[in-house]
């Protein structure tokens, strides 16, 4: 192996997938993202729902900037036996035009994921602004 690269299975990257533990595969690379939880801008569940699996998908349906992607060097702990990923079965749909389901409630979530938090702010500021003025 050359360097000191450290190489990961899934399983041992499964491991870390807790609040004080938390590991992430993007890419092929490994991240100990642990430190990052509670930074992140998207919130730590996200982070949190994406370990034991590869999250290169996770990570860019996101579209995150260029000081995101260069912020994840120094999260760098080695790369991924990809052997150990399991293959990704590619969903050929059928060429007449129909709509799956899963488009719609992937729709569906993407959209709760916008919502969610900004109704959540929402409520924040209006509990705040009531408490404050009472």
């Not at 998207?42 to 998908?57: F, I, M, N, Q």
């Not at 860019?60 to 995101?68: I, K, L, P, R, Y």
């Not at 129909?98 to 992937?106: F, G, I, L, V």
Request: aromatic letters at 8%.
């Amino acid at each position: 192996m050359g360097g000191d690269e450290k190489i990961f299975t899934l399983a041992q990257v499964s491991e870390h997938n807790n609040p004080k533990d938390c590991w992430l595969v993007i890419n092929g690379k490994v991240y100990d993202v642990t430190n990052f939880l509670e930074d992140h801008p998207g919130g730590d569940e996200v982070l949190l729902s994406a370990t034991g699996k590869d999250a290169t998908d996770d990570f860019e349906d996101v579209g995150h900037s260029d000081s995101a992607r260069d912020m994840m060097a120094q999260y760098y702990v080695g790369e991924i036996d990809v052997s150990t990923i399991p293959e990704k079965i590619k969903y050929k749909p059928p060429n007449q035009p129909q709509y799956n389901q899963d488009k719609t409630s992937e729709f569906i979530i993407k959209l709760l994921q916008f919502l969610v938090p900004l109704a959540i702010l929402g409520l924040a500021i209006s509990v705040h602004h009531y408490t404050k003025s009472s």
